[in-house]
């Protein structure tokens, strides 16, 4: 049911890839979300699976191959930090209570994009009759146009930009990376936008990011892996959590980056890409894919994930050439019904058990301007 062209998607100069589909009926789940591991052949990295995880697949939880139930961060239930709701993410709300009944709601506003001094100006100017919105502070027009972005484009993190992502928990800038979890037993971070960013109209996006998991723990063991998230608890959110940093964010959606077999979990091995929602990494609905690389070997993988307000899709490469990417999962999935609002905080989130592993994320793009093909060629 969601195989490549299940999902009716086609490839074109080899160059549409992946990705993900979710069901969020349980009744989809299991048999479903096999990619075919078969139409890449232009591709580097290549789903190499029928798709595992099915319900109760006869793992017990007992037969952990290397480092018994702890790892993958043990089975931390509070991965949130709800208490904290930023002041930036006023800026949808204060959007919609003073520029809405002119401007047309957030995600086809018709000043998307505009600065605060630009806002601050049409203002000051009463164009159309602005004028009445003098009382909004600098901050609280800072957040509307935060709120107005449609792109992120980061192509490395250093102390220049490093206020644009919010670093939790073991999370630090690390030679242009961010470095989610050192190579050290039971760590857990995170690093979210430190403002929510609004998708487009039908929640649509593309995202490209490259990750690099570097030196292992005992014996050269990798463990556990980082999620691609996006939820609306917090910028702050995934700092103490279990299960890669994702366990109880809720509402959420992710995509694992999986190096670490839990049976508890339904891991069909220990390298395996895969649909995650609300703070659970179970594979029960979700069908994890294992790619043809060893995504913990060192080598740095870039990855586009893209929504077209229906489908999800995941690309990987060794490279940031997506005209050679694979597609590993395209999955249907509906945003809107895990998302009240389109106001979402993206990032990352990892962590390690008793075994570890170094969790690097390099470059970050994202936008709201949906286009089939997504950031290609990549930035
Ligand atoms: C009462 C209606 C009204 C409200 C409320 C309003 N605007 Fe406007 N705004 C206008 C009109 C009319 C113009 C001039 C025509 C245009 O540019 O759309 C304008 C112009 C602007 C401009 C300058 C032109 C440009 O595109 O650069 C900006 C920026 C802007 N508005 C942003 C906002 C923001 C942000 C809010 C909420 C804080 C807001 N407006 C609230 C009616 C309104």
């Known amino acids: 049911m969601s195989s490549i062209d299940g999902c009716g998607f086609r490839r074109s100069a080899g160059s549409f ?3 993900m589909a979710l069901c969020l009926l349980a009744g989809c789940g299991g048999g479903g979300g096999g990619t075919t591991g078969t139409a890449n052949n232009n591709s580097t990295v290549t789903p190499s699976n029928e798709s595992v995880g099915t319900p109760g697949n006869g793992s017990t939880g007992t037969t952990n191959d290397s480092t018994g139930p702890t790892s993958n961060g043990g089975t931390g239930t509070t991965g949130n930090d709800s208490t904290n709701v930023s002041v930036q993410a006023s800026g949808s709300t204060l959007y919609q209570a003073n520029c809405q009944g002119c401007h047309q709601p957030l995600a086809s506003s018709t000043k998307l994009n505009k600065t605060a001094a630009e806002i601050q100006a049409a203002i000051t100017a009463n164009t159309g009759g602005m004028g009445s919105l003098a009382t909004l502070s600098a901050g609280e027009i800072q957040s509307i146009a935060d709120a107005l972005k449609t792109t992120e484009a980061i192509p490395s993190f250093n102390t220049t930009n490093s206020d644009v992502f ?3 928990g073991s999370a630090v800038l690390s030679n242009n990376n961010i470095r989610l979890t050192p190579n050290e037993q039971y760590t857990a971070g995170s690093a979210f936008l430190a403002n929510p960013f609004t998708l487009g109209s039908n929640f649509v996006f593309n995202a490209y ?3 690099t998991l570097g030196a292992g723990g005992r014996s050269n063991r990798h463990a556990d892996g980082f999620v691609f998230a996006l939820q609306t608890v917090s910028s702050k ?3 103490t959590g279990g299960n890669l940093g994702f366990g109880g964010i809720k509402p959420s959606f992710g995509v694992e980056f999986d190096t670490f077999k ?3 979990n339904n891991d069909p091995d220990n390298n395996h890409v895969a649909i995650v929602t609300n703070g659970s990494v179970q594979h029960a609905a979700f069908a994890p894919v294992t790619p043809s690389v060893t995504m913990s070997d060192g080598g740095t ?4 994930i893209d929504y077209d307000g229906a489908t999800v899709e995941v690309h990987m490469n060794t490279t940031n ?8 999962l395209a999955k249907a999935i509906d945003l809107k019904s895990i998302f009240s609002t389109q106001y979402v905080y993206f990032g990352f989130t990892g962590a390690t058990g008793i075994d570890s592993q170094t969790q690097d994320v390099g470059a970050f793009y994202l936008t ?3 286009q089939t093909g997504g950031f290609s060629p990549a930035p």
């Open 301 to 304: 993988y870039h990855v586009w």
């Open 237 to 239: 959110a995934g700092a």
């Open 321 to 328: 050439d997506r005209s050679t990417s694979s597609l590993l």
């Open 209 to 211: 990011f490259n990750f």
């Open 166 to 168: 919010q670093l939790n």
């Open 262 to 264: 839990n049976d508890g």
């Open 17 to 19: 890839l992946l990705f």
């Open 368 to 370: 709201s301007n949906y």
